[in-house]
């Protein structure tokens, strides 16, 4: 016999609960209780797993099922257990014994369920208890509950709502999620077609989260969708959560609408344990119990135990002090309730009195006691309705000084919040909008509250030269000074050094500093300070003083891991990367790159990761580590650029793909470095003057490269007048001079010799380094020698030629602090082109050897040195094409040195077997790196491809040479 009610339409995302159940019938559990809150579907879990026992050979016998939802006391339970055996219980009064004999009358093996339970009084669970101890031992007993019932042999099973997608999950990952594929399977059963687009899945994602995953509420929504678009429905639903209903009646009628079922769950609380609810649902994101004591006054606790019994507010945290939280759908329900009773503006102003006074307390100790950020943190969304609420009262009715305060306190700790741990972004700046609250009121607020929210505001307008970032500052000073308090007037001179110290006002950033030092005693403050000091010591042309900067940015390290201090070690680490790169030190330079981007990922920090991952790809493409196989860059390049869209700052994207244009600059594809660099200069207007230039620089670069590879594509007069223009209003002299040395290689090489000898003469201006300027002076004379003979070989240019030769000798001295490896590279790459052989090999004998080189590969040939000490160039198209067809089909031994050496040179005395060996072995280690990819069949011989241009290659690993071990010159 089965009496179960009907149900139709999909049921999906119950495996583990129906196997559950499932375990209990085989181990004879006598009474199993599913719990859990309104509408998440405890009646058709049940009936649906009996409906899978009957279909077993062990499974019952017979099906009974008992609806209690009407039978609160005795007699009606009874009553109800009659009806639905059909029993015969003439001739006994006593519902105890009526019950006993019932119990023991059952077929064997019985599934008795009993729906609805939670309305039962405490007589009728006593009369429960009393037939489950006469029933027979081979029946079992089920029932649904949204509350525990207490029984002796009650074993417990919590229904959770179906689980929702993770907020960074994709569109398909988030169908595959059992909330959301209920409801597409439902719209779908109802409409009897339905292929989502990328849309409508996103709807469905929203509204599977406002209803919380609850299948009662996903099944009424989906009935309206039959005429209605997912975003409707939640238009709907925002405002009036009665719009949900059941769309063809429902077997039970307190599920005929969702607000009846919700009535239903709070209809047997007491006022007070009412009233607290209500109040539970003024939190966004949960509370703990000394918040809801702020709004209640005097919160009972034994209200909010019954309120968590019958999962009308859930735990959150497992472990430790308890947060507690609503259902987002109960929340909304309670919060109607509250405004019905006329208590909510009321409620709610009581709300962001709490959340002010959380958000002043610990923001008062985040710039000594870092971890403070972590309670403002938790509470954020709680703090962003807050100051959601005092928008409307201010807006509405400005200038009380009471409610302008706290909005200034909540909008600040937002604000450091999201600059600090930068695992979020505000939608909007809620510091503007709390100065115009400010500025509205006409009487005074608390200094030191104006102090912080000016302060802040002139940290966010810092990094906008157009932005008044200096009278905020100055009003944010006199303030914290008045206020007494020396932590932030410390931070504010700090904060304003940094200031200075992006625009090069040396002095200005010293005087600060000195008065940032004079009033901060935390250890982790001078820490900052002592930061802001290296950087602005970085600003330098002076080797000397830079060589201080390490050891101060490693006490900064030091203080930060004693006093834990996780995101100014991060920063530090970044710091010091930049000085170990100047210095040429590239082990340090990558261990600090690294031990940044682990700290700041750890942080979930957005854009301290962003930030670290650029200047990786920056520091890959300063050593020309940019012959990695293809898919790695481009896998490495397109994950940079995820971690950089996350943090949504437009001047880090300019950054990076900055970078991403050097690096396809070191592969040799000019175009595309040029375009990136184009499409970057018009949006970077107003921006921080370094950058601007720093990317104007790259675009000469590229473009200059461009030229001496014979492109017939020239840059146009207002390209110059632009790049001219950015350049002179750099406010950093190391990078006016490097800028000012491209341009007159660039002009020189183009034959444009009147701008070429305006660019030498501003470089003159700028820096007196000798060195600089003989390599400034040797470009003006091959441009000179070139305009004589574009080929460079009338014997007429020797002279000129060897000015440049002179010059080249001069900027590549290891003394030369401005000679760079990137640089030093990018220069051959100029050069080679447009220089005779014999001018070439010159060079390399003479100006590689100091750097430990061994090998050029570029377009035509490749040049390496043999362990003699000459250079030697292979330019012999066939024997290239040879040497590089062994290399493509035979393996890393491949054909003998010997066998090559016979073939390719049969004069030994230029080109003997150890030199050969040692090329041969290097473009092997090549071939692996990527250079097997580069490599290409034209007219039936192997050549390099046109892509390809020219590649320093350093020693083999642990090989001994007569020339000192490779190590990078110094850096800029």
């Not at 007429?796 to 760079?820: K, Y």
Request: some cysteine; overall charge negative.
């Amino acid at each position: 016999m089965n009496s179960l009610p009907p149900f139709v339409g999909p049921f999906l995302g119950r495996d583990a609960a129906l196997a559950a159940l499932a375990e209990h019938w085989e181990a004879r559990t006598p009474l199993v209780t599913v719990v859990g809150p309104a509408g998440v579907g405890k009646t058709r879990l049940v009936a649906e797993a009996a409906t899978h026992l009957q279909e077993r050979p062990d499974g019952p016998q017979r099906l009974v099922w008992v609806d209690l939802l009407e039978q609160r006391h005795p007699p009606a339970l009874l009553a109800a257990l009659i009806h639905s055996l059909q029993a015969d219980t003439q001739g006994l009064d006593d519902l105890q014994a009526v019950g006993a004999r019932l119990m023991l009358t059952l077929e064997p093996e019985t599934l008795l369920i009993f729906d609805n339970g939670e309305g039962l009084s405490d007589a009728s669970r006593r009369l429960l208890d009393a037939w489950l101890a006469a029933r027979r031992p081979d029946t079992r007993w089920w029932m649904t509950s949204q509350e525990p019932l207490g029984l002796a042999a009650e074993h417990t099973d919590t229904l959770a709502p179906l689980p929702l997608p993770a907020p960074d999950a994709s569109l398909d990952a988030a169908r595959q999620t059992p909330a959301v594929a209920l409801i597409e399977a439902l719209v779908r059963w109802r409409r009897g077609r339905f292929d989502p687009t990328r849309d409508e899945v996103e709807g469905l994602v929203q509204l599977a989260h406002e209803l919380d995953g609850l299948p009662l509420a996903l099944t009424m929504a989906a009935g309206r969708m039959t005429l209605l678009d997912a975003g409707h429905v939640l238009e709907r639903i925002e405002h009036n959560l009665a719009f949900l209903k059941t769309p063809l009646g429902s077997h039970a009628a307190h599920h005929s609408t969702l607000n009846r079922a919700l009535e239903y769950a709070v209809a047997r609380l007491t006022p007070e344990e009412l009233r607290v609810w209500c109040l539970c649902a003024c939190f966004s994101g949960g509370f703990t119990v000394e918040a809801l004591e702020h709004l209640a006054q005097e919160v009972a606790l034994d209200a909010l135990e019954v309120l968590e019994h019958r999962f009308l507010i859930q735990r959150l945290t497992p472990h430790g002090a308890p947060r507690l939280a609503l259902l987002d759908t109960l929340r909304r329900y309670a919060l109607r309730e509250l405004s019905l009773a006329g208590e909510l503006d009321d409620a709610r102003d009581r709300h962001a009195a709490w959340c002010a006074q959380h958000a002043a307390s610990h923001l008062l100790r985040v710039a000594t006691e870092p971890q403070a950020l972590q309670p403002i943190l938790t509470e954020r969304l709680n703090l962003e309705a807050a100051l959601g609420h005092l928008r409307e009262t201010l807006d509405a009715r400005p200038g009380d000084p009471t409610q302008t305060t706290q909005a200034l306190q909540i909008a600040t700790a937002l604000h450091v919040a999201q600059r600090e741990a930068n695992t979020f972004i505000l939608p909007e700046d809620h510091l503007e909008q709390a100065l115009a609250w400010a500025r509205r009121c006409e009487q005074p607020l608390p200094p030191l509250w104006m102090a912080h929210l000016l302060h802040h505001m002139a940290i966010e307008r810092k990094a906008r030269p157009t932005e008044a970032f200096m009278p905020l500052s100055d009003e944010a000073l006199e303030l914290a000074r008045r206020a007494g308090d020396a932590t932030l007037t410390g931070d504010i001179l700090r904060r304003r050094a940094d200031h200075h110290i992006a625009r090069c006002e040396d002095e200005a950033a010293q005087e600060a500093l000195r008065q940032a030092f004079n009033v901060l005693t935390h250890p982790i403050l001078r820490a900052q300070a002592q930061m802001s000091l290296a950087v602005l010591m970085m600003n330098t042309t002076d080797e000397a003083r830079l060589r201080q900067v390490p050891p101060l940015l490693d006490e900064v390290i030091a203080a930060c891991e004693e006093h834990h201090d996780p995101l100014t070690l991060a920063k530090a680490h970044l710091n010091q990367s930049l000085t170990c790169r100047m210095l040429g030190d590239t082990q340090r330079t990558s261990h600090h790159i690294e031990r940044s981007v682990a700290i700041f990922t750890s942080l979930g920090h957005l854009w301290g990761t962003a930030r670290s991952s650029i200047q990786r790809l920056d520091f890959m493409a300063q050593l020309g580590q940019c012959h990695l196989p293809a898919d790695a860059l481009r896998e490495l390049v397109e994950e940079t650029r995820r971690l950089v869209a996350l943090a949504e700052d437009p001047q880090l994207t300019a950054l990076m793909e900055t970078n991403i244009a050097q690096i396809h600059l070191e592969r040799g594809d000019y175009t595309t470095a040029i375009a990136l660099l184009r499409d970057q200069l018009p949006l970077m207007e107003g921006w921080d003057q370094r950058d601007v230039v720093r990317t104007a620089l790259t675009l000469i670069i590229a473009e200059t490269l461009q030229l001496t590879q014979g492109s017939s594509v020239n840059p146009t007069p207002d390209d110059w007048e632009r790049l001219w223009a950015d350049l002179r209003d750099s406010p950093l002299e190391w990078q006016r001079c490097q800028a000012w040395l491209w341009l007159t290689l660039l002009h020189s090489v183009s034959l444009d010799r009147p701008r070429a000898e305006e660019a030498y003469a501003q470089l003159q201006g700028v820096i007196d380094d000798p060195s600089y300027l003989r390599f400034a002076r040797g470009a003006l004379a091959l441009g000179r020698a070139r305009a004589l003979d574009p080929l460079c070989l009338d014997p007429a240019c020797a002279a000129l030629l060897e000015e440049t030769l002179d010059g080249l000798r001069a900027f590549t001295h290891p003394d030369t602090v401005w000679a760079f490896d990137q640089d030093i590279r990018l220069m051959f790459r100029c050069l080679s082109p447009v220089l005779p052989a014999p001018v070439r090999a010159q060079i390399w004998s003479e100006v590689l050897d100091p750097h430990g080189l061994h090998m050029i590969v570029y377009r035509d040939g490749l040049g390496f040195r043999v362990p003699g000490g000459a250079w030697v160039e292979l330019r012999h198209r066939p024997t290239l094409a040879l040497l590089l067809q062994t290399l493509l089909e035979g393996g890393d031994e491949g054909v003998s040195a010997h066998t090559l050496v016979d073939t390719l040179y049969p004069d030994e005395a230029l080109v003997h077997e150890a030199g050969l060996n040692r090329v041969y072995k290097q473009l092997s280690l090549l071939r692996r790196k990527g250079l097997k990819a580069m490599i290409e069949r034209h007219n039936g011989q192997y050549r390099l491809s046109p892509d390809v241009h020219v590649i320093l290659v350093p020693p083999l690993h642990g090989e001994h040479t007569d020339v000192p071990p490779w190590s990078p010159p110094r850096t800029r």
